[in-house]
């Protein structure tokens, strides 16, 4: 079962790389859209190793950093690609893009502030 979950992640890093060298082909006279598509590439595969880490590291007191950065990496990927897609959009849409945003980063769940509740977030982009 390991190997299967290497190779599939093998593979996924793979179409990540193949797709993300294309973009940056396609927009090579783009300095902005060449950062962007390699600053989210950074995030997501940092992102990726957040849960491996998690695993290795139970018991050893770096669970809670290990949870912040999951979670500032999300913001981050979170931001990136409103910052992108609201001005694409007309003008309300755009503004209710960045407060649904807004709402996903303000609601953090758990005891103690230091758990995420899923369920806030998804009420956060849809009617609940």
């Known amino acids: 079962m390991e190997r299967q979950r290497s190779c599939l992640t093998s593979l996924g890093f793979g179409v990540l790389a193949f797709n993300s060298g294309l973009a940056i082909y396609t927009s090579w006279g783009d300095p902005r859209s060449v950062g962007f598509v390699l600053l989210a590439d950074a995030a997501l595969v940092l992102l990726f190793l957040c849960p491996r880490e998690f695993e290795r590291g139970v018991g ?3 669970d809670a950093r290990i949870k912040a950065a999951a979670w500032a ?3 981050l990927l979170t931001a990136m690609f409103a910052s992108r897609v609201a001005p694409l959009m007309p003008p309300a849409v755009g503004v209710l893009v960045f407060i649904c945003l ?3 980063n303000q609601v953090r ?3 103690g502030g230091d758990g995420i509740n899923m369920d806030l977030q998804y009420c956060a982009l849809s009617p609940c």
Do not use: F, K, Q
Request: aromatic letters at 0%; a positive charge.
């Open 60 to 62: 050893r007191g770096r």
């Open 73 to 75: 990496l999300t913001t």
């Open 102 to 104: 807004r709402d996903v």
């Open 109 to 111: 769940g758990g005891e």
